[in-house]
């Protein structure tokens, strides 16, 4: 059984960073693309930013370039989000994703295959 497992979210105050971390179990993700997409109350799941199965290239919603930084470990099967100068527009669940099989990365949700849970962010003003 293919599962992403999300974890890091929580409360923080705005100017403030977290790191998302999403493991993958039950398939080697090592050949997948991955990403992260958020969606805020009210509002449609937007693509945040996403990695190559290599590594060797990433993508990032313009809201959040220079803010997030996206990686992997394929040793561990897993990908982080680091998210720093966080704003209270930045208020979501977050969700892990990930399409295969030596994939480039898409900011289309429907091109992803497998989807985590979701962890919640809110950043207070």
């Known amino acids: 059984q293919v599962q992403l497992v999300e974890s890091g979210g929580g409360l923080v105050q705005a100017g403030g960073s977290l790191r998302l971390s999403c493991a993958a179990s039950?398939?080697?993700?090592?050949?997948?693309?991955m990403a992260w997409f958020r969606q805020a109350p009210g509002k449609e799941r937007e693509f945040v930013g996403g990695i190559s199965w290599s590594g060797g290239d990433t993508r990032y919603a313009d809201s959040v370039k220079g803010r997030f930084t996206i990686s992997r470990d394929k040793s561990k099967n897993t990908v982080s989000l680091q998210m720093s100068s966080l704003k209270p527009e930045d208020t979501a669940v977050y969700y892990c994703?990930?399409?295969?099989?030596?994939?480039?990365?898409?900011?289309?949700?429907?091109?992803?295959?497998?989807w985590g849970q979701g962890t919640q962010v809110t950043v207070s003003s």
């Open positions: 039950g398939r080697t993700f090592s050949n997948y693309a």
């Open positions: 994703a990930a399409r295969g099989w030596f994939s480039g990365v898409s900011i289309v949700g429907d091109d992803y295959a497998y």
